[in-house]
């Protein structure tokens, strides 16, 4: 027998879980991989080994899936890309080409299963991946974003609710301390709980020059990367239980500042420390705190300001890879850092750089 092998009536077989319910309703399932732009791959299911110690909850409708191995270099668009700017904060159904955020990609498993994530910048890009995957992992979502985004905003809301799960669409910006705290409180209301955050939204102003930053930049870029995640973090701890997680979204440059993001480096420098130090507090309670540092990734921050224009058309060509990440490739880190398997994980972070710096 070929386990592997979905032609093989044999490998549908059940393993050890003889209980009906523990098995998956569905034998076989296609991954649909049209977003990579790949054919249908075959889904294989295991019998499924229980071999935790911990109780582990059947999932209703979840499947085991595995991916055919895929060489990352040809996975996605490689620069040049096409110059594009947009007013910031940018959109990303305005990008060209369109960022892949596992919306035809990304398969669930129930890890999430009944989780009450809030998610800032939830609308597009790296926060829309983690939304998505969140949701298609059982767990119900809010999602801030700031109103002009609304657009992509609808579009995140419309794949959560296809899904099943609760969503909280909370248009506000975050610069301001009471938004924040009306944030959570509407996340927690609106969900029943909080039980996942993820501290995500950011600024990020491309300046040749400290002489061409001003103090009105500097304090923006602050407020929106540091202060919010202070304001929010502090308003939620309250509400969160023991077993929680808080992740934040650092950077790579946190580790590599370029000389063009003086000011957004520092912040993300910032969120490492202050992930650090969380952690060490929040562990009395319970609750998790760790970091993603992603590398070059597709997302409206680069065209509407994170980048130089001319600069933009190369983004991520000297990335290892040859290319920049799609958002799709990234929401798995925040899955696992949610996830309760992951619970020896705290005051980490994880890197998705394609391979060039990072923690
Ligand atoms: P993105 O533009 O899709 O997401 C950033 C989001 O921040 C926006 O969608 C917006 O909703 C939110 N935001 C910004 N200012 C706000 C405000 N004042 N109030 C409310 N919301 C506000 O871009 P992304 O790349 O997915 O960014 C997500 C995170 O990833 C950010 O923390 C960014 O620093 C980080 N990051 C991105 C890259 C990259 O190459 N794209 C690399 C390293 C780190
Ligand atoms: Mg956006």
């Given at each position: 027998m070929?386990?592997?092998?979905?032609?093989?009536?044999?490998?549908?077989?059940?393993?050890?879980h003889?209980?009906?319910?523990d098995?998956?309703?569905?034998?076989?399932?296609?991954?649909?991989?049209v977003?990579?732009?790949?054919a249908?791959?075959?889904v294989?299911?295991?019998?499924?080994?229980?071999?935790?110690?911990?109780?582990?909850?059947?999932?209703?409708?979840?499947?085991?899936v595995?991916?055919?191995?895929?060489?990352?270099?040809?996975?996605?668009p490689?620069?040049?890309?096409?110059a594009?700017?947009?007013?910031?904060?940018?959109?990303?159904?305005?990008?060209?080409?369109?960022?892949?955020?596992g919306?035809?990609?990304y398969?669930?498993?129930?890890?999430?299963?009944?989780?009450?994530?809030l998610?800032?910048?939830?609308?597009?890009g790296?926060?829309?991946?983690?939304?998505?995957?969140?949701?298609?992992?059982?767990?119900?979502?809010?999602?801030n974003?700031?109103?002009?985004e609304?657009?992509?905003?609808?579009?995140?809301?419309?794949l959560?609710?296809?899904?099943?799960r609760?969503?909280?669409?909370?248009?506000?910006?975050?610069?301001?301390?009471?938004?924040?705290?009306?944030?959570?409180?509407?996340?927690?209301?609106?969900?029943?709980?909080?039980d996942i955050?993820?501290?995500?939204?950011?600024?990020?102003?491309?300046q040749?020059?400290?002489l061409?930053?001003?103090t009105?930049?500097?304090?923006?870029?602050?407020?929106?990367?540091?202060y919010?995640?202070f304001w929010?973090t502090?308003?939620?701890?309250?509400?969160?239980?023991?077993?929680?997680?808080?992740?934040?979204?650092?950077?790579?440059?946190?580790?590599?500042?370029p000389?063009?993001?003086?000011?957004?480096?520092?912040?993300?420098?910032?969120?490492?420390?202050?992930?650090?130090?969380?952690?060490?507090?929040?562990?009395?309670?319970?609750i998790?705190?760790?970091?993603?540092?992603?590398?070059?990734?597709?997302?409206?921050?680069?065209?509407?300001?994170?980048?130089?224009?001319?600069?933009?058309?190369?983004?991520?060509?000297?990335?290892?890879?040859?290319r920049?990440?799609?958002?799709?490739?990234?929401?798995?880190?925040y899955?696992?850092?949610?996830?309760?398997?992951?619970?020896?994980?705290?005051?980490?972070?994880?890197?998705?750089?394609?391979?060039?710096g990072?923690?």
């Open positions: 070929n386990p592997q092998d979905p032609k093989d009536p044999r490998a549908a077989a059940p393993g050890p003889t209980d009906a319910k098995r998956p309703p569905s034998r076989r399932a296609a991954l649909n991989l977003g990579a732009g790949l249908a791959a075959p294989l299911l295991a019998g499924g080994a229980a071999q935790a110690q911990i109780p582990v909850q059947p999932v209703p409708g979840a499947t085991r595995r991916r055919p191995m895929q060489d990352p270099r040809n996975l996605y490689r620069p040049p890309f096409a594009q700017t947009q007013p910031w904060p940018g959109l990303a159904s305005r990008m060209n080409p369109r960022p892949d955020h919306e035809s990609s398969v669930g498993s129930g890890r999430l299963l009944g989780r009450k994530a998610i800032t910048g939830g609308d597009s790296i926060g829309r991946a983690t939304a998505i995957a969140f949701a298609r992992e059982g767990a119900d979502v809010a999602i974003y700031l109103p002009v609304e657009p992509d905003a609808q579009e995140v809301v419309q959560i609710r296809s899904e099943g609760r969503v909280v669409a909370i248009p506000g910006d975050i610069r301001d301390e009471s938004f924040c705290q009306r944030l959570v409180a509407e996340s927690v209301r609106g969900l029943g709980g909080l955050l993820v501290n995500n939204a950011a600024k990020q102003s491309a040749k020059s400290i061409d930053i001003t009105e930049q500097f304090d923006q870029t602050l407020k929106t990367n540091l919010a995640m929010i502090k308003a939620a701890v309250p509400s969160m239980p023991a077993g929680a997680a808080i992740i934040n979204t650092a950077s790579v440059v946190a580790y590599e500042p000389e063009q993001l003086l000011d957004y480096a520092s912040t993300k420098a910032g969120i490492v420390a202050f992930t650090k130090s969380l952690a060490k507090q929040l562990a009395t309670r319970g998790r705190v760790n970091a993603v540092a992603p590398g070059p990734y597709w997302t409206p921050l680069q065209p509407s300001g994170g980048q130089l224009p001319d600069e933009l058309p190369k983004f991520g060509s000297d990335s290892p890879l040859g920049p990440g799609q958002p799709a490739e990234i929401a798995p880190l899955v696992l850092l949610a996830s309760a398997e992951n619970s020896y994980t705290t005051g980490n972070v994880y890197g998705s750089t394609g391979g060039r990072g923690p």
